[in-house]
T-cell receptor, first 114, second 114 residues
């Protein structure tokens, strides 16, 4: 069975600095998708970034980028120029290409220090 | 509506009572998902609808849980004889198709069973 592990329950960063959130996953499949979601206190899950496993190029979305290491089954999220509005829970999630279920990590709480 | 709407936002009930949680997906989205998020954890899959039918209800924990989507739009998650362990945030998400595009989440319904 696929699993997703986020080993950092909490991270803090100074405003305007860079922070990296870690995620590892376990799967025997070759085609899949990886996601980072942000969950603010409003509870609504918001997609931050998405990576297709068949793509070698790391995904980027403005200040958010990933380091996707397929062989190591690692998928970290880098947030540059951190802003107060980035404070939230961040969840890493996996989906097989042949399934609709998202498998989620336990989340990392990101604190931004002004 | 513009986004996924879930009601009620918060529900407090007593052990043994019956509860209904409603999800109104984005118009035109045929795929609808329910996830359950316990405190300090990532969401867990409950059920997936494609149109009116439950394509996969393998995540429902037991027969006290049931969900419907009679007209292929609004869905209702029903919990009978609630137990304290049912306390969680119940998240609903929709997408145009299960294998393409982004999942859009509502803000969840927080259920507290006393």
């Amino acid at each position: 069975a696929q699993t997703v592990t986020q080993s950092q329950p909490e991270m803090s960063v100074q405003e305007a600095e860079t922070v990296t959130l870690s995620c590892t996953y376990d799967t025997s499949e070759s085609d899949y998708y990886l996601f980072w979601y942000k969950q603010p206190p409003s509870r609504q899950m918001i997609l931050v970034i998405r990576q297709e496993a068949y793509k070698q190029q790391n995904a980027t979305e403005n200040r958010f980028s990933v380091n996707f290491q397929k062989a190591a089954k690692s998928f970290s999220l880098k947030i540059s120029d951190s802003q107060l509005g980035d404070a939230a829970m961040y969840f890493c999630a996996y989906r097989s290409d042949s399934n609709y279920q998202l498998i989620w990590g336990a989340g990392t709480k990101l604190i931004i220090k002004p | 509506g513009a986004g996924v709407s879930q009601t009620p936002s918060n529900k407090v009930t007593e052990k043994g009572k019956y509860v209904e949680l409603r999800c109104d997906p984005i118009s035109g989205h045929t795929a609808l998902y329910w996830y359950r998020q316990s405190l300090g954890q990532g969401p867990e899959f409950l059920i997936y609808f494609q149109g009116t039918g439950a394509a996969d209800d393998s995540g429902l924990p037991n027969d006290r849980f049931f969900a419907v989507r009679p007209e292929g739009s609004v869905s209702t998650l029903k919990i009978q004889r609630t137990e304290r362990g049912d306390s969680a945030v119940y998240l609903c998400a929709s997408s145009f198709k299960w294998n393409t595009g982004e999942l859009f989440f509502g803000e969840g319904s927080r259920l507290t069973v006393l």
